[in-house]
Nanobody
């Protein structure tokens, strides 16, 4: 059974930091692009960061550029999202996802259950 399990969410004050982790099991994702998506109430789930299989290609949404860093450890079958200078608008449920291919483009086939981040003002 393929699983992506996120952790690291929580409540933090504005300006604070969090590090989200996503560990995969059931198969290796070392050759898949990986991404973090965020869903906030009333809005569609949106991709905030993505990383190609070797880490050579990165994507950040404009809203998080310069504050979030995505990384991966293929030996651990894991992907991370370091979030700095958090703002109330970063509040939401963060989902880890695995691309069907090796790049940051295309569709995401596997999803985690999400971890909740709340940023208080």
């Amino acid at each position: 059974q393929v699983q992506l399990v996120e952790s690291g969410g929580g409540l933090v004050q504005t300006g604070g930091s969090l590090r989200l982790s996503c560990v995969a099991s059931g198969r290796t994702f070392s050759t898949n692009g990986m991404a973090w998506f965020r869903q906030t109430p009333g809005k569609e789930r949106a991709r905030v960061a993505a990383i190609s299989w070797k880490g050579g290609s990165l994507y950040y949404s404009d809203s998080v550029k310069g504050r979030f860093t995505i990384s991966r450890d293929n030996a651990k079958n894991a992907v991370y999202l370091e979030m700095f200078n958090l703002k109330p608008e970063d509040t939401g449920v963060y989902y880890c996802a695995a691309n069907s291919g090796s790049s940051i483009f295309g569709s995401y086939e596997y999803w985690g259950q999400g971890t909740r981040v709340a940023v208080s003002s």
